[in-house]
Nanobody, 123 residues
């Protein structure tokens, strides 16, 4: 079992920045790929970013490329999402996910999920 707890969400003005954190506990963190997804009201859950178990490979959704950066610290069992140049359309609940062998951009291939943290970007 893997438990995931997100933090760092909040209210920010357009153009601002936030850093989300996801702390993992349970089975060996470093053997899992980690991902961030988001879900806005009335919309499907959307892929945001993912990182391989080693941190050597990263993947981003088209809408966040160049603005968001995913990273991980395996010594701290934590994955981060640095979000810059935030836009109102980035407003959503952001979820952390973990899986040993996911198809990175495919939501239903990720097994473990956190409870989510709200990010609201005002215009």
């Amino acid at each position: 079992q893997v438990q995931l707890v997100e933090s760092g969400g909040g209210l920010v003005q357009a153009g601002g920045s936030l850093r989300l954190s996801c702390a993992a506990s349970g089975r060996t963190f470093s053997s899992y790929a980690m991902g961030w997804f988001r879900q806005a009201p009335g919309k499907e859950r959307e892929f945001v970013a993912a990182i391989s178990w080693s941190g050597g490979n990263t993947y981003y959704g088209d809408s966040v490329k160049g603005r968001f950066t995913i990273s991980r610290d395996n010594a701290k069992n934590t994955v981060y999402l640095q979000m810059n140049s935030l836009k109102p359309e980035d407003t959503a609940v952001y979820y952390c996910a973990a899986d040993a062998r996911p198809h990175m951009e495919v939501v239903n291939t990720w097994y473990y999920w956190g409870q989510g943290t709200q990010v609201t970007v005002s215009s």
